[in-house]
């Protein structure tokens, strides 16, 4: 049995805990703004190393994933999204990838029917819904915790907190992308722990930022609906981390310190796990490169001057056996020249 997310929330747990118990110990400073500050540099230094280190590596071979049909001779109909032969096809298959995970839509999933006489294959919808729900939610909580760190507010920003909370459920109205972000990253913690081909292949180190992110929306979900916070109080924590003039102001609660050192805990483990995925999409050369073999020879960028050993320096060294073999040669031997001139 695997138990490896069991260690990930164990790890959850006694964060939650050093971080409540912390705050409640009047370690506020430590919390909101020592670790914060301390995430943002570890973050920034992390993506920044990770990223120089992904554009310095040389591509050695032209290795675009691709499906269906390359571009060829005129008279043969090219599939030019999956199969790109130009930047702007690339360009379009980048955003289509980006934004609408294109291929996880393609994605299949290979199993044995009942019977077990044939295999079958299905389309993994389901994890491509949750997979787009859990993303867009997070970029759209992302977009709206914006509020919080500029004065005044931008249209953009105000506009998308209106348009995530128009069902106008309760009060304070429920925000559709908090849900989707919980529901999202319950499916992909459930899907990992219930199937047993994922689960074999799973890490402690898959577990745990989803344990963290669960840990974010859970506690954020309490703030806004339960416990509740003074808004402008973790507005002005916020602005004051964002200007450089950090503060502490009274009637802020332990869960809001938790919930922002959750957010510190996943952005200094960020650069250094698979969530990086979040920039190595762009550099992936399996996805931003033209699948143009046929037409252009890619020179692999490793090669230096080296000396090869030509086929007239190996003709030297065995120009008399290849004689003595019946070889044909290319130059004579001095012995061999005289015979060829009497022969003729």
């Not at 971080?19 to 570890?42: C, H, M, R, T």
């Not at 032969?85 to 199993?111: D, H, P, Y």
Request: net charge positive.
């Amino acid at each position: 049995m695997n138990v490896k997310y069991m260690w990930s929330l164990l790890a959850a747990i006694a964060l939650f805990l050093v971080s409540y118990a912390g705050s409640e110990a009047g370690l506020q400073a430590l919390f909101g703004i020592v670790i914060p500050y301390l995430a943002i540099v570890i973050f920034l230094a992390g993506v920044i190393w990770r990223v120089m280190n992904w554009a310095r590596s040389p591509v050695p071979f032209r290795i675009p994933t691709t499906c269906g049909q390359q571009k060829s001779l005129p008279w043969i109909k090219q599939n030019k999204i999956d199969n790109p032969s130009s930047k702007g096809a690339v360009v379009l298959r980048m955003i289509m990838e980006i934004l609408f995970f294109r291929s996880l839509f393609r994605n299949t999933r290979a199993g044995i029917v009942k019977d077990g006489s044939k295999i079958s294959y299905k389309l993994e919808i389901w994890l491509w819904l949750g997979a787009l729900a859990f993303h867009w939610s997070f970029f759209t909580v992302l977009a709206r915790h914006m509020r919080f760190f500029l004065e005044p507010v931008p249209a953009p920003v105000a506009f998308l907190e209106k348009l995530d909370g128009f069902l106008q459920i309760g009060l304070p109205g429920i925000l559709i992308s908090g849900v989707l972000l919980l529901a999202g990253a319950l499916f992909l913690l459930v899907r990992r722990i219930v199937l047993p081909h994922v689960r074999y292949i799973s890490l402690a180190a898959d577990y745990f930022p989803l344990f963290i992110i669960l840990g974010i929306a859970i506690s954020g979900i309490m703030m806004r609906y339960f416990t509740k916070i003074d808004v402008v109080a973790a507005k002005q924590l916020a602005m004051g981390l964002v200007t450089f003039h950090p503060v502490i102001p009274e009637g802020i609660g332990g869960v809001f310190f938790v919930h922002l050192f959750f957010v510190s805990v996943l952005l200094i483990y960020f650069p250094f796990s698979k969530l990086m995925h979040l920039g190595g999409v762009f550099l992936s050369p399996t996805r931003n490169l033209t699948a143009d073999t046929r037409a252009r020879r890619h020179v692999n960028p490793w090669n230096y001057p080296v000396h090869v050993h030509t086929y007239e320096e190996y003709e030297d060294d065995f120009r008399e056996k290849m004689i003595g073999a019946g070889l044909p040669v290319e130059k004579t031997t001095t012995a061999e020249a005289p015979q060829t001139e009497e022969k003729e």
